[in-house]
């Protein structure tokens, strides 16, 4: 898909489609409609007709030219044929461009004119729908010009082009007429995106379409590596992934093996894949766009590629979408690339430790104890508590880096899935101007996360007569304490956790990668940029 800006005008465009968007009133939300006057008239008339709904979101398709519909209607237009033939010289300059026009309405808030962020946004996601179902081949939009009252034209235009890619992703190279058909439809569907902005504006805008198409092709790849089945994308196969995009883009990478963890002391990380014939991996991803020696901010994703349990094992029922369970990982893959695509002048590194958690004669047991890389030693009272395990490693590694910062990304806690649901990920940091800087970065991008307690006093949990701490508290408090057992490894650096347990994936019939929270992480090293 082609996105660009063109100049706002009253003049007539070429596409298969115009959106515009539609207040609550019925009017449209900018005067400059790009179609000649009487089909300006006749969609102004439409949208107070009131055959489009009042719900926010709702999209009513308006055609600018139909055949007759009788035989009646047929000969009384042959008969005119002289007619329209002598006068059509005279419109041809201001004849409609553009085949139909696609009305959405965009509720405002109560008392404002302008519409909320979730309004715009839900407006985005129903446009892009209808788009798709309509297999429409180009569109102008007109949608940006609805603004939030916060927002500038930037982001609005990047919300859009976000929705449209998210409406295009399919994973289907698994169904085999689905891939196949696929692959004949190449080149049918949304190709040209054009958004009438502003000729004034339209160099930020510009920049901000590529952003946004830059973060879209990250979240695919998120996505990807999400849906992917657990017998191909195992802890080898994210780091090929890793080398992949290496050649690919200007990132320096490096895979540990199990001979080379073992020298390190990474005694927790190992201790969770001693139960699987598949040998972990810990994937460090180096994204230097700074030109300065600068310390690094370090993103750390658990690689859980499938989790059973272990010895503690999980119940059958939805045990398949334990092959999420390495979508920190994946999210970390998607924000580099995505980064990298945007060039931002940053250093960034993504640490991926890689395992799968399996429940063999070799496997971990509940009782036994083992030794991290830090030195401190864990009794492992639960084998399903083992991301935090891989976790504790990953993040004494990051010391080497001398980071300015470290954030571990991981679903981590079904106790999170309680708290937060899917709406909100969990966000754990004792740092407040952290805390604060990815909550706004949250809000941003509209993928959001909520501030959550990791105090001392929930410490206690841990206890463990026989080891420096368990793995595991009790019940309360789940999301907390796993925040807290970190919090151990992290003393010498800037340090946020996201649990992204209720985040990371959709249920039920649209089952699948959700791709966050990385528009919340590129949105994060953006303004860490200074964009």
């Not at 698994?174 to 439809?185: I, L, M, P």
């Not at 995505?338 to 640490?351: F, S």
């Not at 990791?454 to 080891?467: H, I, M, P």
């Amino acid at each position: 898909m082609l996105c660009k800006t063109i100049p706002s005008t009253r003049d007539p465009v070429r596409a298969a489609c115009l959106i515009v968007p539609i207040d609550k009133e019925g009017n449209s939300f900018t005067p400059q409609i790009p179609l000649d006057e009487q089909a300006r008239n006749w969609i102004i008339e439409v949208a107070k007709r009131g055959d489009l709904g009042k719900s926010n979101g709702a999209c009513l398709w308006v055609p600018l030219a139909t055949e007759p519909a009788s035989s009646k209607a047929k000969a009384a237009a042959k008969a005119d044929r002289r007619t329209s033939l002598a006068n059509r010289q005279k419109t041809t300059a201001t004849s409609p461009q553009t085949h139909r026009v696609l009305l959405v309405r965009i509720a405002s808030e109560a008392d404002k004119a302008a519409p909320s962020e979730k309004a715009y946004v839900d407006a985005c996601k129903a446009v892009a729908k209808q788009l798709d179902e309509a297999d429409i081949s180009s569109a102008v939009s007109l949608l940006q010009a609805a603004l939030p009252s916060d927002k500038d034209l930037a982001w609005a235009s990047s919300r859009l082009v976000l929705a449209c890619r998210e409406q295009q992703y399919r994973f289907d190279v698994f169904k085999r007429e689905a891939s196949k058909q696929t692959k004949e439809s190449a080149g049918k569907g949304l190709q040209h995106l054009l958004l009438a902005v502003d000729p004034r504006k339209s160099a930020s805008v510009d920049t901000a379409i590529a952003h946004a198409m830059a973060l879209a092709n990250g979240m695919d790849l998120t996505k990807d590596l999400g849906n992917t089945p657990p017998n191909i994308c195992t802890p080898e196969f994210l780091a090929e992934k890793a080398l992949a995009l290496s050649k690919s883009h200007k990132i320096q990478v490096q895979v540990l093996e199990r001979r080379q963890m073992q020298a390190l002391g990474m005694g927790a990380l190992l201790a969770v894949a001693q139960g699987s014939t598949q040998t972990p991996r810990l994937v460090v991803m180096q994204y230097q766009g700074s030109k300065t020696k600068q310390a690094p901010i370090v993103l750390v994703g658990k690689g859980i590629t499938f989790d059973t349990g272990g010895i503690s094992i999980k119940p059958a029922g939805g045990m398949d979408e334990m092959k999420f369970d390495m979508c920190g990982a994946a999210s970390v893959f998607g924000a580099i690339k995505a980064i990298a695509e945007m060039k931002l002048t940053l250093h960034v590194i993504g640490v991926v430790p890689a395992a799968e958690n399996m429940p063999d004669g070799n496997a971990t047991r509940p009782g036994d104890i083992v030794n991290t890389m830090s030195g401190q030693t864990v009794e492992i009272l639960n084998t399903d508590a083992e991301g935090r395990l891989i976790l504790c490693d990953a993040l004494s590694y990051c010391e080497r880096f001398k980071p300015d910062t470290v954030i571990d990304i991981a679903t981590l806690t079904g106790a999170c899935v309680v708290a937060l649901g899917a709406v909100h990920s969990g966000l754990f940091s004792p740092d407040d101007a952290l805390a604060d800087e990815l909550l706004k970065a949250g809000r941003q991008s509209t993928d959001t996360c909520w501030r959550m307690p990791v105090e001392d006093a929930y410490q206690e949990g841990l206890k463990s007569n026989f080891a420096d701490m368990a793995n595991v508290g009790g019940r309360e408090g789940g999301a907390i304490t796993a925040a807290c057992f970190l919090a151990r490894f992290t003393k010498s650096f800037r340090w946020a956790h996201l649990d992204i347990a209720g985040t990371a994936w959709r249920g039920g019939g649209a089952k699948g990668a959700s791709a966050r929270p990385v528009p919340l992480l590129v949105e994060f090293l953006k303004t860490r940029a200074g964009l």
